[in-house]
């Protein structure tokens, strides 16, 4: 139901737009984008509620903007300025409720299968 696209390599500086088509009613649910590095848990970096609130980890705080196309039924996540450190496979979920840390993945019950970003320096 949920499916990413956009993952990619770029260098430390560069941007990516991830995007996530999903076949669920995405007005009326919360979103969120995970990533999960080589060897470290899955860890949320940015959520929206059903208002349209969104919430990031302070690790991406003005770096990353997720945002949604209700009439589409998509989720996006722009990233700029990436780093090294933040490589990693990342997913779309849907359902939960927005932390202010940007979501837990125990708040999520659908998942996409990821799409792979790799930043290098």
């Known amino acids: 139901q949920l499916v990413e696209s956009g993952g990619g390599s770029v260098q430390a500086g560069g941007s990516l737009r991830l995007s996530c088509a999903t076949s669920?009613?995405?007005?009326?649910?919360?979103l969120a984008w995970f990533r999960e590095a080589a060897g470290k848990e899955r860890e949320g970096v940015a959520c929206?509620?059903?208002?349209?609130?969104?919430s990031y980890a302070e690790s991406v705080k003005g770096r990353f903007t997720i945002s949604k196309r209700v009439i589409e039924d998509t989720l996006f996540l722009e990233m700029h300025s990436l780093k090294v450190e933040d490589s990693g496979m990342y997913y779309c979920?849907?359902?939960?409720?927005?932390?202010?840390?940007?979501?837990?993945?125990?708040?999520?019950?659908?998942w996409g299968r990821g799409t792979q970003v790799t930043v290098s320096s």
């Open positions: 979920a849907a359902g939960g409720r927005c932390s202010a840390a940007g979501g837990l993945v125990s708040d999520f019950g659908v």
């Open positions: 929206i509620s059903r208002e349209g609130i969104e």
């Open positions: 669920i009613y995405i007005e009326s649910t919360y």
